[in-house]
Nanobody, 116 residues
């Protein structure tokens, strides 16, 4: 089983950038399946970005062109580069090795707050 730890969140002004990291340990073969989700207060958790089994990337419409998911196999880490951040991007961000299916399991997440 893979163990994931998210980091890199923080407070940023609108228009700024952050890079989130998801460090994997345990069953490293699962790193290919790691995607990013977020949950804003009072809202359901939603998929932000995830790899596909065909080798592509899926992105939520709200983040297309602004967010990029990438992977460093040597470091067993998956990243989420977030540019042009908006206040509506404020949420707790989670990673999970589930091919974007929303099954989790979920870690503690990392808080991203975008001020206007």
């Amino acid at each position: 089983q893979v163990h994931l730890v998210e980091s890199g969140g923080g407070l940023v002004q609108a228009g700024g950038s952050l890079r989130l990291s998801c460090a994997a340990s345990g069953s490293i073969f699962s790193i290919n399946a790691i995607g990013w989700y977020r949950q804003a207060p009072g809202k359901q958790r939603e998929l932000v970005a995830a790899p596909t089994r065909a080798g592509g990337r899926d992105y939520a419409d709200s983040v297309k062109g602004r967010f990029t998911i990438s992977r460093d196999n040597a470091k067993n880490t998956v990243y989420l580069q977030m540019n042009s951040l908006k206040p509506e991007d404020t949420a707790v961000y989670y990673c999970a090795a589930d091919w974007g299916r929303g099954f989790g399991p979920w870690g503690q997440g990392t808080q991203v707050t975008v001020s206007s």
